[in-house]
């Protein structure tokens, strides 16, 4: 404006007209312009290391002489950009690791084919003339255990007595024979075990059944490796106490 005011009085009429010189369609345009720009970064999802650097590098081509950008502050922003890509290469390393167990542990999941897995489990399958094993975990050492087993009536088909026994497994294997001696007609039944001179809480005891692997599968995402196994059914490989030949 000051430079205008200096021109020749004869053109000063053309020189500060405010319609040429101010248009307002020449500010609207720029901020058309900006606005094109917002929209550009608005669609970006994230910011990677190179665009930080591109940041801090125009941050500093511009920066005030007269008030450059506080060293400190300067040095805070690289630990930060070190921090966020050594993140960032940790998640991918991990990743990579992730891949690698999954698949060694798939191949050494083949070699469980056809062995007996004993398996957390209140319920057992009765073949035609079969038998039943599996054991009860002790919480502490006792006097009696006493396993029993009922039909899907709740019926009790057999009581059976495993003795003393001290804090661990406690083996069983019943022969499909009910309490008179009759043999019991295959199908499902419920296990349920109790022990003697319980200290604190109840005297109900965890029961455990045996059964044959018969395949395995690698589960997605938290479900990990999940067992097969007959009588069972599908069983998460975290429910197996224990793999015999």
């Known amino acids: 404006m000051v430079i205008n005011g200096t021109n020749a009085a004869g053109t000063a009429g053309s020189t500060t007209g405010t319609g040429s010189t101010t248009g307002t369609g020449s500010a609207t345009g720029t901020g058309s312009s900006s606005s094109s720009g917002a929209g550009t970064v608005n669609s970006a999802a994230t910011l990677g290391g190179t665009n930080f650097l591109t940041l801090m590098l125009a941050q500093l081509k511009n920066q005030d002489p007269t008030s450059p950008v506080d060293s400190n502050t300067f040095l805070t922003q690289l630990a930060q950009l070190s921090e966020v890509q050594g993140i960032t290469q940790l998640n991918t390393s991990f990743s990579t690791l992730s891949s690698s167990l999954s698949s060694s542990q798939a191949l050494q999941a083949s070699s469980l084919l056809g062995r007996q897995a004993l398996v957390t489990s209140t319920t057992a399958s009765l073949a035609a003339n079969g038998t039943v094993t599996g054991a009860v975990n002790v919480p502490q050492t006792t006097s009696k255990v006493l396993l029993d087993v009922k039909d899907s009536s709740g019926v009790l088909v057999r009581q059976i007595n495993l003795g003393a026994q001290s804090t661990g497994l406690a083996s069983f294997s019943w022969d499909g024979k009910q309490g008179d001696g009759s043999q019991a007609p295959a199908g499902t039944y419920t296990l349920s075990a109790q022990y003697a ?49």
């Open 197 to 245: 001179g319980a200290t604190s809480g109840g005297t109900a005891a965890t029961t455990l059944v045996n059964g044959t692997v018969e395949s395995v599968s690698m589960g997605a995402g938290s479900t990990g490796l999940t067992l097969n196994v007959s009588g069972l059914g599908s069983v998460p490989f975290s429910s197996v106490q224990q793999i015999s030949n």
